[in-house]
């Protein structure tokens, strides 16, 4: 690219300007310079000149780290495309692709800090673009901390939120079972039952698993309790029980009792019937929400403990993880 006159000027004064600033080592060379390209030197007030190649020169480099810093983010963006695009609020909202063929990428889109111990559980609020954690430090937090929410004196193991996110609940190494209104930042219940850490939890969801649990227990809570409207929650403990409660008001209404060792995780049927765990006993346990009998047994699900579980939410499929380091897929049939 072709230089202004001006901009040629500059630069052949920028040129003298560094010559004759390395003193006799150059002098001959400044001085033939100055001559070729009829320059006068700056005056001493004038600092304008003073180190302005050395200046020029750093700027050159600034620029090139910026141009690999973009070139870099090039990159990403041509091999995001390959793969039909970058996630965007159009994807996300479901007007982009297939949110199925969405994978995770490096670095972290967000990084947040605020517990002072190791974080126990993350979980992803239902209705709004909120992350919420527990922790060692006995605490749950939302978002960029901006709510704590202060309750258990001791570990908070799990935490699970109602489908609708207006309700949370959490367990933890106190024993207990919160139940926190999202809202208000206030805890409204605590259930105390459980005799051991209380490792897993879960709601019930709205629809047909919450209805076919209110057509069994319903009656009981409205009797009982005078509520008209219930939150059903299941929980597993370290004491080799699982519970289910009607969170509102902290009512047990079964203690399902058949593991020999911890129950680390618990999820409702999708029918709502059922509630089914895994345990350290290396066994998954199918409970009859009704009877509270256990209905089936898997027997070494594993070779080592069971530590997590999930139903699928449509398909007649289960899967569990274990400290063996394998991930089985059941078929409910």
Request: proline letters at 2%.
């Given at each position: ?7 040629a000027?500059?630069?052949?004064q920028a ?5 004759s600033?390395?003193?006799?080592t ?24 003073t180190?302005?190649l ?21 990159q990403q963006?041509e091999e ?12 996300v ?6 949110p199925?063929?969405f994978?995770?990428?490096?670095p ?6 605020g ?7 993350v979980?992803?609020h ?6 919420v954690?527990s922790?060692e430090?006995?605490?749950i937090k939302?978002?960029y ?7 258990h ?5 799990d935490?699970?939120?109602?489908d ?5 609940a959490?367990?933890g ?7 926190w ?11 105390r039952?459980?005799e051991?850490v ?23 809570v ?5 509520q ?29 009792v ?29 409970f009859?929400?009704?009877s ?9 699900a ?8 999930d139903?699928h939410?449509?398909?007649?499929l ?12 059941w078929e409910?049939?």
């Open positions: 690219v072709e230089l202004t006159m001006a901009a000027c500059d630069r052949h040129i003298l300007e560094y010559l600033g390395l003193g006799s150059f002098a001959q060379s400044a001085t033939a310079f100055q001559q070729d390209a009829g320059l006068t030197m700056a005056g001493e007030s004038d600092t304008t000149k180190g302005l050395e200046k020029k020169w750093t700027s050159v480099v600034r620029l090139q780290r910026k141009v690999m810093e973009l070139e870099s983010k090039i963006l995001d495309s390959k793969l039909g695009g970058v996630v965007s609020r159009r994807d909202t479901g007007i982009g692709r297939d199925s063929t994978l995770p990428r490096a972290p889109k967000y990084s947040m800090s517990h002072r111990s190791p974080i126990t559980c979980v992803f239902p209705v709004f673009s909120v992350v954690t922790s430090d006995a605490t939302s978002g901390c901006t709510q704590t929410l202060k309750g004196s001791d570990w908070v193991r935490i699970c939120i109602t609708d996110g207006q309700f949370l959490s367990g190494n106190d024993r207990a079972i919160t139940l209104d999202l809202a208000q930042g206030k805890a409204i219940q605590c259930m039952e459980h051991h209380v490792e897993t939890l879960q709601f019930a969801a709205r629809g047909p698993q919450g209805a076919a649990i209110e057509a069994i227990h319903g009656k009981k409205a009797e009982t309790t005078g008209t409207v219930a939150r059903y929650l299941l929980s597993g403990s370290r004491d080799r029980t699982v519970r289910l409660w009607e969170a509102f008001s902290g009512l047990l209404l079964m203690n399902f058949s593991h020999d060792n911890w129950v680390r995780a618990v999820r409702f049927h999708s029918s709502g019937k059922y509630a089914i765990s895994a345990s350290e006993d290396k066994t998954i346990r199918v009859d929400v009704e509270g009998r256990c209905v089936r047994t898997l027997k070494d594993h070779s080592h403990f069971l530590t997590t579980l139903v939410p449509s398909l007649p289960l899967v569990t993880g274990s400290i063996d380091k394998f991930v089985n897929v409910c049939v």
